[in-house]
C-alpha cells in the first residue's frame, strides 16, 4: 500500500456522480499548481456519468462503484474505503 499523505501534497480521491465540472476545477488547480496536490482516483456511483470519461482522459484512474451491488450500506462503505486506501 502506497503511504497515505506525503507532507505538504494532496493525494486526493474525487466521488461525483455527474458531468464532472467540479473534478474539472479541482484537476485544473492542481495542473496549474493552484493546490499542490494530485487526483489519485475518481469514483463514481453512476455508469453514465460523463466524469468517468472526463477522468480516464486526464489519467485519472476512474472507478464505478455502485451501492446497490452491494448487500448492505455497510458493505458498499467498506469497499468505498478499500479503494480509497489502495489508491492512496
Not at 464532472?20 to 456511483?45: H, K, M, T, W
Amino acid at each position: 500500500m502506497r503511504q497515505i499523505m506525503s507532507p505538504g501534497r494532496l493525494h486526493l480521491a474525487i466521488l461525483a456522480s455527474g458531468r464532472g465540472s467540479n473534478f474539472e476545477a479541482i484537476l485544473r488547480a492542481c495542473q496549474q499548481g493552484e493546490l499542490d496536490g494530485q487526483i489519485e482516483v475518481l469514483i463514481s456511483d453512476q455508469p453514465d456519468a460523463a466524469v468517468l470519461e472526463k477522468a480516464e482522459k486526464a489519467g485519472v484512474p476512474a472507478l464505478l462503484i455502485r451501492p446497490a451491488d452491494y448487500t448492505s450500506r455497510e458493505a458498499y462503505e467498506a469497499e468505498l474505503v478499500r479503494l480509497l486506501e489502495e489508491h492512496g
